[in-house]
């Protein structure tokens, strides 16, 4: 599986990105689906995941401004963010677990200025 994440870049805070991530390879259906950043100077965390059902999940700090979804027929998860802020600047990576492995993308950079 490879993945390819798009749709970083430089925004003011209160905008908004939409980005994109497409899995690639031969594989059946993809189970767990997440967007996961890192920030310089900080680990690596959870944004959110989507389950194959479409149940999703959050951390605190984006709920109510970002929403992840996904395309089953495509093969692409999406994070939807609005109202950016500063610190949401950071490297964001989409996440994909099938038969039971571990898949990262190479990465996007989300940049948000005051």
């Known amino acids: 599986v490879q993945l390819q994440a798009s749709g970083g870049g430089l925004v003011q805070a209160g905008g908004s990105l939409r980005l994109s991530c497409a899995a690639s390879?031969?594989?059946?259906?993809?189970?767990?689906m997440a967007w996961y950043r890192q920030a310089p100077g900080h680990e690596r965390e959870l944004v959110a995941f989507?389950?194959?059902?479409?149940?999703?999940t959050y951390a605190d700090p984006v709920k109510g401004r970002f929403t992840i979804s996904r395309n089953n027929a495509k093969n692409m998860v999406f994070l939807q963010m609005n109202s950016l802020k500063p610190e949401d600047t950071a490297v964001y990576y989409c996440?994909?677990?099938?038969?039971?492995?571990?898949?990262w993308g190479q990465g996007t950079q989300v940049t948000v200025s005051s």
């Open positions: 996440y994909v677990v099938y038969m039971a492995r571990s898949y």
């Open positions: 989507i389950s194959a059902g479409s149940s999703t």
């Open positions: 390879g031969s594989f059946g259906s993809i189970n767990t």
